[in-house]
């Protein structure tokens, strides 16, 4: 009976503190008003939910106004408990957006929006205060020394409270750590998980485990907002009150009473040093999933918090009446009466074992069920309706409401916030703890749901209208109409047939262990729940059909059978191609062999045999176990691609003189790494990153990643490829001549062998164990791997792959290109097939540098959400913001795909102008004769100014530009400087150029599209 014509609102309302606060003071004031963002239906009886953003001005003004027009503005109690919370432990924005200036947002509507507020109960924490020690119990003065992201917030909030509350009197209730009887609390439930699974993590521990934290139980914490908010009145007009039980348990003996309830027995728990806990918790966190320990956590395993209680019973007259000793065997028995439903429960991953277990018994269940249908001797007949799974409560509908008449003044139980929840015995609600509430089973037949917007849509179980899509919400309804609408609906039902036995329950196509009551979104993934198969016995999601991992990976496994049959190929190889056959070396492979001071043919073939044989073993094995139908096996994919590696190099490590050896190990080594993880799912990605948005980078007017956007250093690699492979094959041996059509040899080669040749088997070549045309060749032929992995989001869902790119590109390129530059300065000639890769290799830069800044914005903006640094750089996520991509892609004209393909990359006449100077200055020595350090400095600025201006055509790299400026002092400095001056020309002609680079560095030139916060450094 409501006694009070107050308003409390209730914020956080769809939480479980919040729910479980409505529905008790529903029972006490007439107009309980709860705020979300999720606002879910329907609310508990007697209470009212209002969708609210307290992050948005528009949003909670919108919910404040509609509180004024349809409540009033008498309010007894604002019960502030929205909050942001995650276990990261490092700052994050949504604390400062959610936590306090949410708070002072809502301050800020209540008082300018004229609402008469008697009280504002804000929800804090105890951890905002300096932990103690054992012994110590910690007060309301306690010094305040929050020691992470979530109880800092909390700080603020309190000081925000404290200065803008106006006339509103405040109080701070700072809670311990809340559970109930099921657990639901995230530190005990996963240190309950750990001993149930028998993990080694189990065992160990980093802290004294004689220190331990103070909980409380989620009833006794609503007993204290209760007691708060009845004595609003009679409390000081701000103050704060610690609220938890006064024993506190240590770890250790948490871990002995898991212990002997799970297992009967009970070991000692083993000290780890804090630094060697904090590099496993590192590793954990690399690997793939959520792992719960983190290493901000083993800086506060040694934390003790125990609480003096002194004021709340002073001032509310409360203590707690639960403890956490006592509900400890619940949470046990809870487990172990529904494992999968309980790990379920908790967003935990229910091991293989029990889901297999749980596989079988549904199976069980469900050919029970279908023999029980076919014995049915007549149609129409009543059917007595079965208990779910285990894990599945049974849910009202029509055939509990028949039961329930069938039996009248029988006592049931039911969920006051899952009123479809109902049994014969008390007990707890399976899906949010709450204890069940005895009613009259005739009461229970009279439950109804209907659609706010449309009265007319009335049925008899929780859902949605098919009208407008809102929540339903709860409601009831006369004995006869209600009998009048049973008669309709087992109408329908003798028509349509069966009703459906379950309610519609909500889980993640990925993580088939998240099972919720409501939409919503994965906390694991973030994907959208859908709706679980109802009617066929099993679990959507939960089954090898229903994983849509496996269902991706089952079409396409084609890619491994090919590299099976590539793995047969290579076992036989060296015996078809004739690798230990006969040899005999011609004149080249002579040179090569006392060049390089290499081992006897025989030994390098029979390595190479070797190695083709293993390897072929190799790519057999984890080609079988990737190509498992049953079974993921990430892992052998990534072995696979390592042996294809080792493919492309083991013929330069032997040197092998055999062309075929040469030729197999590029081809079969390329095609390995390909059907390995470029053509089938990438291992490892984030189904977030995979199936979330957007295409295009938030606040970029297009895609950097699509194929258009990677074809043109797609198409430069395979050039260099192709060159490098030329080179490589000549200094292996075999080939005896590289084709040159300008530059001579020079030195003692001269006339011997032609510029290419000199260069290629110079010292500065045969500086590098391998053959370094050929390593040229491996890095070419890795970009071409690499240009074509990942979907046009891979900015986003493979950071590390464009990193990799960016790293084969950008920096070993400039070295290439560095390498190629000084060539005639330190061996006296020229190749001009080495000209052109590294023009190619220069080429590449702009074209890659776009991509490479939206990957860097994507970690930045990542890193800022509170995200794993290192998981999302392996993994990918998805990102707010963006748009999809409508470019008209590779089906356009050929003009329209040439302007898809550069975008990002324009051409200002004033760098096309720079080039020209810097290929000008490469000629300085034939056109003025120069000679020594004038003419090897011209030669080498022209050509480090073509490639910076080659790199600055991007447009997110157009500040590189500026580079030319010190190029163009230098030029102008000089001819004062340096010997070699041959003629008064050379002087103007340094002067000049540099006076003219200088000037053109200046101007930006022509930007065509946008970057986001990247657009602040294209100058």
Not at 202 to 214: D, I, N, P, R, V
Not at 584 to 601: H, I, K, T
Not at 668 to 686: K, Y
Request: aromatic fraction near 8%; include cysteine; glycine fraction near 8%.
């Amino acid at each position: 009976m409501n006694t009070e014509k107050r308003i409390v609102l209730v914020t956080g309302a769809s939480g479980r503190i919040g729910s479980a606060v409505m529905r008790r003071l529903s029972r006490r004031f007439s107009d309980v008003v709860g705020f979300d963002r999720k606002a879910p239906s329907p609310a508990p009886p007697g209470c009212t939910h209002i969708a609210v953003d307290i992050t948005s001005d528009d949003s909670l003004q919108d919910g404040l106004r509609t509180l004024r027009e349809h409540h009033g503005t008498q309010i007894a109690s604002v019960v502030h408990l929205a909050a942001y919370y995650d276990f990261l432990g490092k700052p994050s924005p949504k604390y400062d957006q959610v936590t306090v200036e949410g708070t002072r947002r809502l301050l800020h509507g209540l008082l300018a929006g004229g609402f008469e507020v008697e009280q504002f109960l804000f929800s804090s924490t105890m951890l905002v205060h300096r932990p103690g020690e054992p012994g110590e119990f910690i007060t309301e003065d306690w010094p305040l020394e929050p020691a992470w992201a979530y109880p800092e917030s909390k700080v603020r909030t309190e000081a925000v409270i404290h200065a803008e509350r106006g006339e509103i009197p405040a109080l701070i209730l700072r809670f311990a750590g809340v559970y109930d009887d099921i657990c639901h609390s995230p530190p005990l439930a996963h240190q309950i998980q750990r001993i149930y699974e028998g993990q080694l993590a189990a065992h160990l521990y980093s802290g004294e485990t004689s220190h331990g934290q103070a909980y409380l139980h989620l009833e006794d914490a609503v007993d204290a907002i209760e007691r708060a908010v009845e004595r609003r009145a009679q409390l000081p007009l701000e103050t704060a009150i610690l609220i938890g039980e006064p024993e506190t348990l240590s770890y250790d003996e948490l871990q002995h009473t898991f212990m002997r309830l799970l297992h009967k027995e009970s070991t000692e728990t083993q000290s780890v040093p804090g630094l060697i806990a904090k590099a496993g918790a590192w590793a954990q966190g690399l690997l793939p999933g959520e792992q719960f320990i983190k290493p901000w956590m083993i800086d506060r395993a040694n934390d003790h918090y125990a609480l003096d209680i002194t004021r709340a019973h002073t001032l509310l007259d409360w203590q707690p009446q639960r403890s956490l000793r006592q509900t400890l065997p619940k949470m046990v028995s809870a487990l172990e009466a529904d494992p999968v439903g309980w790990y379920r429960e908790h967003g935990l991953e229910p091991p293989a074992s029990l889901e297999e277990k749980e596989e079988k018994e549904e199976k069980e269940e469900k050919e029970e069920k279908e023999e029980k249908a076919a014995a049915q001797p007549e149609h129409g007949a009543a059917v007595t309706k079965t208990a779910g799974h285990k894990h599945e409560p049974v849910h009202g509908g029509d055939d509990a409401h028949t039961a329930a008449a069938a039996a009248p003044g029988c006592t049931m139980h039911a969920c006051p916030m899952h009123p479809e929840v109902c049994q014969s015995s008390p007990g707890n609600c399976p899906r949010c703890g709450t204890a069940l509430e005895a009613a009259e089973a005739a009461e229970l037949a009279e439950a109804e749901y209907t659609c706010p917007m449309h009265p007319e849509v009335v049925q008899g179980e929780p859902g949605r209208c098919p009208k407008c899509g809102m929540a339903l919400e709860l409601r009831s309804v006369p004995s006869e109409a209600h009998s009048a609408q049973h008669e309709h609906q087992e109408h329908q039902e003798h028509q349509s047939g069966p009703p459906d036995e379950k309610v519609v329950e909500y889980t993640c196509p990925m993580h088939s262990e998240i099972v919720r009551s409501e939409p919503g979104s994965c906390p694991k993934c973030g994907m959208t729940l859908v709706p679980r198969d109802a009617g066929g016995g099993g679990h959507a999601g939960h089954g090898h059909d229903g994983d849509m991992m496996v269902e991706s990976h089952r079409n396409m496994l084609w890619p491994h059978y090919l590299n099976l049959m590539l793995g047969f190929w290579l076992l036989t190889s060296p015996f078809t191609l004739g690798y230990m056959s006969d040899f005999v070396p011609d004149a080249n492979q002579l040179r090569v062999m006392a060049e390089r001071g290499l081992a006897s043919f025989e030994l390098r073939n029979l390595l190479m045999t070797w190695s083709d044989v293993l390897s072929g073993l190799l790519v057999i094995v984890f080609s079988a176990l990737s190509a498992d139908a049953w079974r993921r096996n990430p892992w052998a994919q990534w072995a696979n691609a390592c042996v294809g590696l080792w493919l492309l190099f083991a013929p330069l490590v032997f040197w092998t003189p055999l062309p075929d050896a040469y030729a197999n190990g590029t081809l079969v080594g390329g095609l390995v790494i390909a059907l390995s993880v470029l053509i089938p799912m990438m291992p490892g990605m984030s189904m977030a990153g995979m199936m979330g948005k957007p295409d295009v980078p938030p606040g970029w007017a297009y895609c950097p990643s699509t194929w258009l956007q990677r074809m043109p250093i797609g198409v430069l690699a395979l050039i260099g490829f192709l060159i490098a492979r030329v080179l490589g094959a000549y200094q292996l041996g075999h080939i005896d001549s590289v084709w040159e059509p300008f530059f001579a040899g020079s030195g003692d080669m001269k006339g011997v062998m032609n510029g290419s040749e000199t260069i290629i088997t110079s010292d500065m070549s045969k500086a590098w164990p391998i053959a370094d045309g050929a390593l040229g060749a491996i890095v070419y032929m890795l970009e071409l791997v690499m240009v074509w992995m990942g979907t046009k989001t891979r900015w986003r869902t493979m950071p590390w792959m464009v990193l990799a790119l960016a790293i084969l590109i950008l920096p070993l390129g400039v070295v290439s290109i560095y390498f190629v530059i000084i060539q005639p300065i330190a061996i006296g000639t020229w190749c001009t097939l080495c000209l052109i890769a590294a023009l190619a290799m220069a080429v590449m830069i702009p074209y890659a540098l776009n991509e490479f800044v939206a990957m860097g914005q994507f970690l930045v903006w990542a890193r800022k959400q509170g995200k794993p640094f290192w998981r999302t750089f392996w993994t990918g996520d998805a990102m707010d913001g963006g748009s999809d991509d409508t470019a008209i892609g590779l089906v356009g004209t050929p003009g329209e795909q040439w302007v898809q393909a550069t975008r990002g990359v324009t051409y200002p006449w004033t760098l096309m102008l720079s080039i020209a100077i810097g290929v000008w200055l490469t000629f300085t020595r034939l056109a003025f004769d120069s000679a020594d350090a004038m003419a090897d400095s011209d030669h080498m600025v022209g050509l480090l100014v073509v490639t910076f201006s080659i790199i600055a055509l991007a447009e997110v790299g157009r500040a590189i530009r500026f580079i030319n400026i010190p190029f163009g002092i230098w030029l102008i400095a000089a001819p004062w400087l340096l010997d070699g001056i041959a003629s008064p020309l050379a002087v103007w002609n340094g002067v000049i150029c540099g006076a003219l680079l200088i000037v053109l560095a200046l101007p930006r030139g022509r930007i065509r599209d946008s970057y986001a916060g990247w657009d602040r450094y294209v100058v």
